[in-house]
């Protein structure tokens, strides 16, 4: 079962010259995703600047090239999730590049990939309601916060939340897209590319 399933969604046995076109649409969920985290990575900045001080900085420390910190937050927002992007892209292209057109293959992995932006959008606001409401003296969290010396835990606390829950948003989401390219490709009867 499970060569079977690396077999038809992991392997791709696509006409090589198909593979073009996923790998585009590949590229094109990285960016976007990319780019959501630039953006996604500022707002969380602004709510604790700590999180990313005595936390982030240190593990892409091998991306800091010594520019302003909003800088080095882009990067990051930027190096966290692009491969978010491109992954879930590629599962997508997979599987709407062999059954139809070019124009029709992107256009609905586009919707997948907003899709999968609107969940981890959703999911983050919930996640950010969590952190909001979590208790400032949560022993778990003081212990984690403590040796980074974070002074600010309630911020720090929710955006960890809020990250936290944007990724599981964007899984749902994937799901979700999946879900809905496949429905739509055996509603339509399958197989309908001609190149």
Request: charged share 15%.
């Amino acid at each position: 079962m499970i060569k079977e399933f690396a077999k038809r969604w992991l392997v791709p046995s696509v006409p090589f010259r198909m593979l073009p076109r996923m790998l585009a649409i590949a590229c094109l969920g990285a960016g976007i995703a990319g780019i959501y985290g630039v953006i996604h990575d500022q707002i969380t900045y602004t709510i604790s600047e700590e999180y990313f001080t005595r936390l982030k900085f240190d593990q892409f420390r091998y991306a800091d090239f010594g520019l302003h910190p909003r800088v080095f937050v882009a990067e990051i927002g930027f190096l966290a999730t692009w491969w978010v992007g491109f992954f879930s892209a590629w599962f997508l292209a997979r599987i709407a590049v062999p059954a139809w057109s070019r124009e029709l293959a992107i256009k609905r992995c586009l919707a997948g990939i907003l899709l999968i932006l609107v969940c981890a959008f959703v999911a983050a606001w919930i996640g950010n309601g969590i952190g909001l409401h979590r208790p400032a003296e949560d022993v778990a969290w003081q212990e984690f916060c403590d040796p980074l010396g974070v002074e600010d835990v309630p911020a720090f606390v929710r955006v960890a939340y809020i990250h936290l829950a944007g990724y599981v948003g964007a899984l749902i989401g994937l799901v979700g897209a999946l879900g809905m390219i496949l429905a739509q490709r055996r509603r339509l009867g399958g197989m309908e590319n001609h190149g």
